[in-house]
T-cell receptor, first 116, second 112 residues
Framework: KAGVTQTPRYLIKTRGQQVTLSCSPI?????VSWYQQTPGQGLQFLFE???????NKGNFPGRFSGRQFSNSRSEMNVSTLELGDSALYLC???????????????FGEGSRLTVL | GIQVEQSPPDLILQEGANSTLRCNFS?????LQWFHQNPWGQLINLFY???GTKQNGRLSATTVATERYSLLYISSSQTTDSGVYFC??????????????FGKGTHLIIQP
C-alpha cells in the first residue's frame, strides 16, 4: 500500500511569490492534515480537511490556505511569501472518518521550502 | 492548549545500550503518537498509544493516561536508531480543532 506522497520535495522561491504544495493520501484515507516544521517553532498544525471541507485550522495567517479534491488529494498554498515561511511542510493522512478528532496520522516525506 | 514536554532533549549512547524517552502532557488525551524523524525529514509512525502498552521489535511504549505521561523504550540500540523522536498528543478539550500538539523532541545519537 503506497504511503503519503508529497510534491515537490524541494523548492526555492523569493519573497512575495506564492507556492502550491501537493499531497496524495494513503489510499482509502479521507482526512488530510498539514503541519509546518521550523527550527524556532517546531512542528505546528496548519489545517485539516475531510471530504473536501476544512474542518480545523491552526493559528496561521490567511496567506496560508488549502483545499481538498474529491479524490482526497490535497493542496496547500502560501501567498506573498515571507522569509519566515521557509520550513518543512508535512502532510499526513488518517483513516478516521466523521469524528473531528485527528486519529492515527501517517506522514509523507515533506516539502522543503526555502524563501530567499 | 495542551502542553507537551519531552525529556531528555539530547541523548548520546553507545551501540547496544538501552534508552528511555519520556513525554509529559498537561491534560487528558484521546490521541498520543510517537514518531521518529529520519535524516530526510519524514516522520515515521512508531506507536499510536493513547493508553496502555505496545511493543514492536526492539521498541516498546507505555502510556499512563491517568498520570499524564508516556515512555518510549529502545533496547539494544543501533546506529540507525539515531534521529529525533517526537511525542504528539491531542486533547479532548479542543474537540479536534487543534490537531496534534508536538513536543520539542529528543535528539538521540547512537555511536558505533
Amino acid at each position: 500500500k503506497a504511503g503519503v506522497t508529497q510534491t515537490p520535495r524541494y523548492l526555492i522561491k523569493t519573497r512575495g511569490q506564492q507556492v502550491t504544495l501537493s499531497c496524495s493520501p494513503i489510499s482509502g484515507h479521507r482526512s488530510v492534515s498539514w503541519y509546518q516544521q521550523t527550527p524556532g517553532q517546531g512542528l505546528q498544525f496548519l489545517f485539516e480537511y475531510f471530504s473536501e471541507t476544512q474542518r480545523n485550522k491552526g493559528n496561521f495567517p490567511g496567506r496560508f490556505s488549502g483545499r481538498q479534491f474529491s479524490n482526497s488529494r490535497s493542496e496547500m498554498n502560501v501567498s506573498t511569501l515571507e522569509l519566515g515561511d521557509s520550513a518543512l511542510y508535512l502532510c499526513a493522512s488518517s483513516s478516521l472518518g466523521t469524528s473531528r478528532y485527528t486519529g492515527e496520522l501517517f506522514f509523507g516525506e515533506g516539502s522543503r521550502l526555502t524563501v530567499l | 492548549g495542551i502542553q507537551v514536554e519531552q525529556s531528555p532533549p539530547d541523548l548520546i549512547l553507545q551501540e547496544g545500550a538501552n534508552s528511555t524517552l519520556r513525554c509529559n502532557f498537561s491534560d487528558s488525551v484521546n490521541n498520543l503518537q510517537w514518531f521518529h524523524q529520519n535524516p530526510w525529514g519524514q516522520l515515521i509512525n512508531l506507536f499510536y498509544i493513547p493508553s496502555g502498552t505496545k511493543q514492536n521489535g526492539r521498541l516498546s511504549a507505555t502510556t499512563v493516561a491517568t498520570e499524564r505521561y508516556s515512555l518510549l523504550y529502545i533496547s539494544s540500540s543501533q546506529t540507525t536508531d539515531s534521529g529525533v523522536y517526537f511525542c504528539a498528543v491531542e486533547g479532548y478539550s479542543g474537540g479536534g480543532a487543534d490537531g496534534l500538539t508536538f513536543g520539542k523532541g529528543t535528539h538521540l545519537i547512537i555511536q558505533p
